[in-house]
């Protein structure tokens, strides 16, 4: 698939966002307060994702009605708009709330745009009034459409989120072994996904298991063979036949004891999925991760800055974060600061001139905390 990170984004009357027209480059950290619409910018994204998977409908009722989406309401705001610009692509959208007691969303209208060689601009598509995106007529057509293009990229801008690390989590379960084709939103396929690598990607596996080893010395390997044919499995699991399935387990260093996840600390759990995201061979075109720093220690958000940093020279990443220790690790240029201004949010990325003097004697960390960048209650 190729790379087609964002390179500006465009959003109207969606939740907090009254209006933003923001460009992004391949490091993206967001700070502000809570509520100033950081999760906000990321819920966009989950929008974008449930879209392409048409299922936009079935997303609406899980929320309530179109009205959750809408800025202060449909009784204030008519209508979502979005503009999204990458590579020579422009992709643009209205939501408009269907009629009824329970109203929920359907696309107005979605346009794809492509820049020629010569400057001129191509109409990839042009429909109305769907109730799901026509982006799914193209994602598997021919790769040599605009609209395809369009398709593809779309689906290769992922939101990740590994806050469940409860007994009942996705990633601690079993999982078949050939649901490994890409690392799933909330890591459920994890153990099929390092199983795949280990054998084919071993340079990246062992780049994983290295950087776990910085956060948890206790931590030898992760133990990842099929279990299927000695260890008893749940008759809904077997369903259809016997499958190949993996789970997640690893070896203590000093024991050689074999362990499955539950015996990782939630923290740990999250850095290795983290860990496996970022490090692994072909990332999705752009990560999006919301706080991903819960749980850590200090020293592995340091190492999650260093991954994050690793992973921008193929990827681009956008995270929303509470973290001072974070952001300590990144540029002025690479932040985007939050505000919640009366009934909307406002975002703006700093500029290093600006902060020039400031940073001859604090980190970006202190004078976040200090409210010099505001992005504070």
């Known amino acids: 698939m190729q790379q087609y990170p964002i390179s500006k984004i465009y959003i109207n009357g969606f939740k907090s966002i009254r209006e933003l027209d923001l460009e992004l480059s391949n490091v993206n950290i967001l700070i502000g307060a809570n509520g100033s619409g950081k999760s906000n910018f990321i819920q966009f994204f989950k929008l974008l994702n449930k879209m392409i998977n048409a299922e936009l409908a079935n997303y609406t009722i899980s929320k309530g009605g179109a009205n959750y989406f809408f800025h202060w309401g449909m009784k204030n705001t008519q209508k979502i708009k979005a503009k999204l610009e990458f590579n020579r692509n422009i992709y643009e959208f209205s939501l408009n709330p269907s009629l009824g007691q329970s109203p929920s969303l359907f696309i107005n209208r979605e346009i794809g745009h492509f820049l020629t060689d010569v400057g001129t601009t191509y109409i990839a598509f042009d429909e109305l009034n769907n109730i799901e995106t026509c982006l799914t007529n193209y994602s598997f057509g021919s790769p040599v459409t605009a609209s395809h293009h369009i398709a593809q990229a779309i689906k290769s801008w992922q939101v990740f989120h590994f806050h469940d690390t409860s007994d009942t989590a996705g990633v601690k379960q079993f999982v078949d072994i050939n649901d490994n084709s890409f690392l799933?939103?909330?890591?459920?396929?994890?153990?099929?996904?390092?199983?795949?690598?280990?054998?084919?990607?071993?340079?990246?596996?062992?780049?994983?298991?290295?950087?776990?080893r910085l956060i948890a010395d206790y931590f030898k390997d992760f133990d990842i063979e099929p279990r299927s044919l000695i260890q008893p499995l749940p008759n809904s699991l077997l369903s259809g036949g016997e499958r190949q399935l993996v789970s997640l387990k690893w070896i203590e260093k000093h024991s050689e004891e074999y362990r499955d996840a539950h015996y990782l600390s939630d923290g740990t759990l999250r850095f290795i999925c983290l860990a496996t995201l970022l490090l692994q061979p072909k990332p999705p075109t752009t990560i999006i991760l919301d706080e991903p720093e819960i749980g850590l220690h200090p020293h592995a958000i340091n190492v999650l800055a260093a991954m994050i940093k690793k992973a921008s020279s193929r990827t681009q990443v956008v995270v929303a974060t509470q973290s001072p220790t974070l952001i300590d690790n990144f540029s002025s240029d690479q932040i985007i600061v939050v505000n919640r201004d009366s009934k909307e949010s406002k975002f703006r990325r700093l500029r290093e001139e600006e902060l020039a003097s400031w940073l001859e004697d604090y980190t970006l960390g202190e004078l976040w905390q200090k409210n010099i960048l505001g992005a504070n209650p």
């Open 184 to 212: 799933k939103s909330q890591a459920e396929n994890m153990a099929s996904f390092l199983y795949e690598m280990k054998i084919n990607n071993n340079q990246n596996y062992q780049d994983i298991v290295s950087h776990v």
